[in-house]
Every structure is written in C-alpha cells, then in structure tokens.
C-alpha cells in the first residue's frame, strides 16, 4: 500500500534552534508535496510546498529538502520560536486531482 | 474574504442519533474535500465533491456516511446511527480547481463526540 510517516512523534527544542522533522513516502508516482502546521483546536494550515522536479524550496524561516533517491521529505525551521509549537504534517498528492495523502504527524514543542 | 467554514464547532450526539456537518467552502471555490480525524493521527480523505456531484468517495465508510454538496448551500457531511468509533474531528477543505498544485484551504473542523 502507499502511506506517508514520519520518523518521529514528538520533537522538543529549545528556542532559537533549528528544527528538523522528517517524513518518509513511499509512492515514487507522487509529484506534489506539502506540509502543513496544525495548531491545537485549528485545521491544518499550509506552510510550504515541493513539486518533484525540484530538491529544495525555500519561505520565510522555512525550507524543505526533498530527496526523490530515498524518498524522503523534510521540514527545516530556523530559529525556532515557541508560536511553531504544533503538530506538523507532511501530506502527499499523487496527481490526477487534489486528494491528500498526510503521514501520521510530529509534535514541536519549544522550550524557552 | 472568509476562509472556510465549518459549524458547528463542537457536536454531541448519542449512539444511535444522526449528525450533520456543514461546510461553506472559500467564495469562488466549487472543490470540497472532506477528510477525519483521531486524536493524536493524521487526517485521512474521505470524500471529494464538486458542485452537486461526488467524484470520489474513496475514503467514506460504505454505511451510514453520506456527503452532498448541492448547486446552493453549504456542503454537509451526514452520519446516520452515530457509534462511537466515529467520534473525530471532520475537517472540510476547498480549493478553486482540481489541479492537484492548488492549495487546498481548511475549515477549522468539527469535533464530533459520540456518547
């Protein structure tokens, strides 16, 4: 079967640090590639996305690496601060139309 | 302009009872997906409409789930004889096409308790 995860639930960093949160996939057919930020009590909201024919993409504190060999995907926050604090989920789009696939999710917790 | 909305909010039903909820997708958006939920997983897909037709239902339980989404009016997710394996959050999003490079805008869901 196809399935997006992530390789671990729960992240703490303190604040000012880089984060990392990773997420494997397993359907190489997939060509679009999300991540939201999911905060408590609110739906997911959108931080940054990779289509396949790319390695990496770059927003404001954010990037994500995608390395297509391994088939894995990446979040990196920079200078972390504790409003990231969330849940975040990579999710999967395997083309045809807008259906989303999310992997299981990391939890971020920043410490001060 | 209004992002996507969702209500109610917070809904409790007893086993056995019906739940309905709404979604009123971003202006200009004819897309609405549905997605569930658990607590401490990640979203799964249910159902993909477009103004008054289903175009995929891949992920709706074959009874008791339900989803319209007519020429006027919110979309509206039904659950019929709720047990209690169907308590989630619902969370409803829409996008302007189907282009799979559209982003998809989520409503702050609904919390379904079924006591």
């Known amino acids: ?26 359907n190489s057919a997939s060509d679009y ?3 939201y930020k999911q905060e408590s009590g609110k739906g997911p909201q959108f931080i940054i996305d990779i289509r396949s024919n790319m390695d990496k993409r770059q927003g404001q ?5 995608l390395n297509k060999t391994v088939k894995h995907l990446s979040l990196q926050i920079a200078a972390t601060q504790p409003g990231d604090s ?27 | 302009n209004a992002g996507v909305m969702q209500n109610p909010r917070h809904l409790v039903r007893r086993r056995g009872q019906e739940a309905r909820l709404r979604c009123s997708p971003m202006k200009g958006h004819s897309h609405v997906y549905w997605y569930r939920q658990l607590p401490e997983e990640g979203l799964k ?27 006027e009016g919110p979309s509206i997710l039904r659950i019929q004889q709720v047990v209690r394996g169907d308590s989630a959050a619902y969370f409803c999003a829409s996008s302007t096409t189907s282009d799979p490079n559209n982003e998809q805008f989520f409503g702050p ?3 379904l308790t079924v006591l």
């Open chain 1, 33 to 35: 590639f999300i991540w």
């Open chain 1, 1 to 26: 079967g196809e399935s997006v995860g992530l390789h671990l639930p729960t992240l703490s960093v303190q604040e000012g640090d880089n984060s990392i949160i990773n997420c494997a996939y397993s």
């Open chain 1, 61 to 65: 504190r954010v990037t994500v690496l």
């Open chain 2, 45 to 71: 897909f249910m159902v993909y409409l477009q103004k008054e037709n289903i175009i995929d239902e891949s992920g709706m339980p074959k009874e008791r789930f339900s989803a319209e989404f007519p020429k």
């Open chain 2, 109 to 111: 869901g609904t919390r």
């Open chain 1, 86 to 112: 969330a849940v975040y989920f990579c999710a999967e789009n395997k083309g045809g139309y807008n259906k989303l696939i999310f992997g299981a999710g990391t939890r971020l917790a920043v410490h001060p």
